[in-house]
């Protein structure tokens, strides 16, 4: 069965009480089992991991084709701005590349319009709350399955 690995950056553990204005009551908790209802709807398997540092990150993504995994679904949170290492990592896995946001960072502080990871990514999902990762993880199952 083919593989993804979800990764969610840095204060992303904190959803739920984190700024519930901008990003909701919903807990990553919650997200990560929608998601794992979405992959077994589409027949694929999740590796879902949780950091606050950005060498773990660069570390899970190079390591990820090793184990097995086909994509990558990321949400960079605030790396997703600043990280040309995680960006990098992206592009020397060779794995296709998906970028979730829960908010619309083009809505909001200017210097979230600007995505360093979007270049290596083959596509964004952002501003549909949880929403955004299980659109995600249906765009990298299509892109797996050529049908995107
Ligand atoms: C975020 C948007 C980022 O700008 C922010 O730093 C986050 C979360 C989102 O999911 O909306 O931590 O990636």
């Known amino acids: 069965m083919l ?21 909701g009551t919903t807990t990553i908790d919650e997200i ?29 993504i190079g390591a990820a084709k090793k184990n097995g ?14 990280s040309v290492a995680i960006r990098d990592a992206i592009s020397a896995s060779s794995l296709p590349a998906v970028e979730v946001h829960l908010s619309n960072i083009y809505a909001r502080e200017e210097f979230r319009h600007t995505s360093l990871i979007a270049p290596v990514a083959k596509g964004q999902v952002s501003g549909f709350g949880k929403a955004s990762y299980l659109l995600g993880l249906e765009a990298a199952v299509g892109l797996l399955k050529g049908e995107m």
């Open 32 to 60: 990560n089992k929608e998601l794992e209802k979405c992959a077994k709807k589409n027949k694929v398997v999740l590796k879902i991991a949780q950091s606050n540092h950005e060498g773990e990150i660069v570390d899970m």
């Open 3 to 23: 593989k993804i690995i979800v990764i969610h950056g840095p204060n992303l553990n904190l959803l739920g009480t984190r700024e519930v204005d901008i990003y």
């Open 69 to 82: 995994m086909s994509a990558i679904l990321i949400n960079p949170a605030a790396y997703t701005h600043t």
